[in-house]
């Protein structure tokens, strides 16, 4: 095999390096002590969660998205009732987009823990190109 043949070598291929690059900004805080790659793998890992526990942890964090992006939405009425708002990066639009993914999927979590067959599950982005709803494929 030449070197041609040969699938490049990256620096940054490691799951431990790219978590390492991309928090390396915030080493320069001393409080609260940065997290670990280890800590980190352990806090993801999912594997001794039960189905229902994994179902509430995803009902949790939609229903506390949707709270945010509530508060999210306020501000943003308020400060376009009192002038414009200049440092806004998401558009109120964006926000509701957001919004109805939340709901959308809170809503879906719902029926498939009362459900017990194998249901097939498609993503559908049409709400939002990097959030997508999930939906049963009947």
């Known amino acids: 095999m030449s070197a041609i043949d040969e699938p490049p070598s990256y620096r940054f291929t490691s799951s431990r390096r790219i978590f390492d690059k991309r928090f390396e900004a915030f080493d320069?805080?001393?409080q609260p002590p940065r997290l670990s790659h280890?800590?980190?793998l352990q806090g993801s890992d999912s594997t001794e969660a039960t189905h229902l526990e994994l179902l509430l942890s995803a009902s949790e964090t939609f229903k506390n998205a949707k709270s945010v992006l509530d508060q999210l939405l306020i501000?943003?009425?308020d400060t376009q009732r009192n002038g414009p708002?200049?440092?806004a990066?998401?558009?109120r639009d964006q926000v509701l987009s957001l919004v109805k993914v939340s709901i959308s999927n809170s809503l879906?979590?719902?029926k498939l823990k009362s459900r017990r067959d194998s249901s097939k599950v498609a993503f559908d982005f049409t709400l939002n190109a990097h959030f997508c709803v999930f939906k049963?494929?009947?």
């Open 28 to 30: 320069g805080i001393p």
């Open 38 to 40: 280890d800590d980190y």
């Open 75 to 77: 501000i943003l009425d």
């Open 85 to 87: 708002l200049n440092f």
């Open 89 to 91: 990066h998401v558009t």
């Open 108 to 110: 879906f979590l719902l």
């Open 136 to 138: 049963f494929v009947e």
